[in-house]
């Protein structure tokens, strides 16, 4: 199977990232009303960047990961996400200081912040931390998590493949009775931070993605290449399976919750469509039909590049955007601005902060035998770096 990067499944995250603005906006009421497109759970995108996250994972390093020191491994993938967020929680602070400072008082103690900045703010089950400063940023902690486990849970799935599943949603649904009990028992009375925040509510959905990525290896070379007319009728398939289990997740979540309880019921409607969602994966990453060869298009490629900052950015800007918008702006100009405001701070974040800063790990580590120059340091590593046998499996997409 061809690991290099996967085109289709790097503008899929652009697309991912959009819904979750989309939802956002929707959320702080600006221009999009709270009840339209109500029957889909736009947030739910987070989950597709999760069984996205494995996957890829997966596909790059299942035939390397032996061969990686685990220090190696786990400090590049915490660099990946750290300086980034860094870069988002200071723009939060410039754009709401004073207000923000106030906030921290009132609310947070310093180990709390400290939860924050160092992205372990996830696993803490009152909400409030895990939203605090950047409210995206739960997320990335919730990433760092699965980085940390994902060479234990790659040999799992290389070795039993759908039992290590199985073993992983036992554990999740354990975890799921037991933070059921604890919120009923009013030991903890936040039901957001237990079933949708904390890592242990979400580690399947990134297992899924390595076992769907597991399968996608073993297939490799057993079929036969689709057809353009196939691969075409199959994508859209998955696609509108997608889209129905979205539309779907809301009312099954309100019975889940009527015969459980509230923490099931939120992670049920934050989750339900992950196993759709690694379905779509696959059918993508074999790149044979129109909406694949849609998603190869340079531009969007790119977009798909400048998503990660896209996404840590956008909650701010909105917020921001909301009061620094000058009053009988026509909405067609607040839109542009809007939009010029976050592409070009997302394409800033990939170009001077993520890519300088992946450069710069890898040169701690001894990995690099020539000089950085400025021209590669700011391009896709894969294919503008001069990398050494080592780093070359390491090699950020």
């Not at 959009?18 to 739910?44: M, N, R, Y």
């Not at 996250?53 to 997966?58: A, D, F, K, R, V």
């Not at 060479?151 to 036992?170: K, N």
């Not at 998503?307 to 000058?326: D, E, G, R």
Request: proline letters at 5%.
């Amino acid at each position: 199977m061809n690991t290099r990067r996967v085109d289709t499944l790097t503008s899929l995250r652009f697309f991912a990232a959009v819904s979750i603005v989309v939802h956002h906006l929707k959320s702080s009421q600006l221009w999009i009303p709270q009840d339209a497109i109500s029957h889909f759970g736009l947030g739910q995108q987070v989950s597709l960047f999760f069984v996205l996250s494995g996957y890829i994972l997966h596909l790059n390093y299942r035939n390397s990961l032996k061969r990686i020191p685990a220090f190696h491994f786990i400090f590049l993938r915490f660099m990946r996400l750290w300086p980034a967020h860094l870069f988002a929680m200071l723009m939060v602070l410039i754009l709401f200081s004073p207000w923000v400072i106030t906030w921290f008082e009132n609310n947070l103690t310093w180990s709390q912040i400290l939860q924050v900045v160092f992205l372990v703010q996830a696993f803490n089950p009152d909400s409030r931390v895990g939203y605090a400063i950047n409210v995206v940023s739960w997320s990335i902690s919730a990433e760092l998590f699965f980085y940390v486990l994902f060479p234990l849970l790659s040999r799992l799935v290389r070795r039993h493949g759908w039992r290590a599943i199985a073993g992983v949603g036992v554990l999740t649904l354990t975890y799921l009775v037991v933070a059921q009990a604890l919120f009923d028992g009013h030991v903890f009375a936040d039901a957001q931070a237990l079933g949708y925040l904390n890592p242990c509510a979400r580690v399947l959905e990134f297992t899924l993605g390595i076992w769907a990525c597991e399968i996608a290896f073993r297939s490799d070379g057993r079929s036969r290449p689709w057809s353009f007319g196939w691969g075409s009728a199959v994508e859209l398939t998955v696609l509108g399976i997608v889209i129905g289990t979205e539309y779907i997740s809301m009312p099954v979540a309100a019975m889940a919750g009527q015969a459980t309880g509230s923490v099931v019921s939120i992670y049920v409607a934050s989750t339900l469509p992950f196993p759709t969602f690694a379905a779509l994966i696959f059918v993508l990453h074999r790149q044979a039909g129109a909406v694949s060869a849609l998603l190869r298009h340079p531009s969007l490629v790119r977009l798909g590049d400048w998503s990660f900052a896209l996404y840590l950015l956008h909650y701010a800007i909105i917020q921001w955007f909301k009061t620094a918008v000058a009053p009988g702006t026509p909405l067609l100009g607040q839109i542009a601005m809007f939009c010029t405001v976050l592409l070009g701070g997302s394409a800033f974040v990939f170009t001077f902060v993520e890519q300088p800063t992946i450069a710069w790990a890898k040169l701690w580590l001894g990995w690099r035998r020539r000089p950085v120059l400025p021209s590669a340091m700011h391009a896709d590593l894969p294919s503008a770096t001069v990398l050494d046998p080592r780093e070359r499996l390491l090699a950020n997409r």
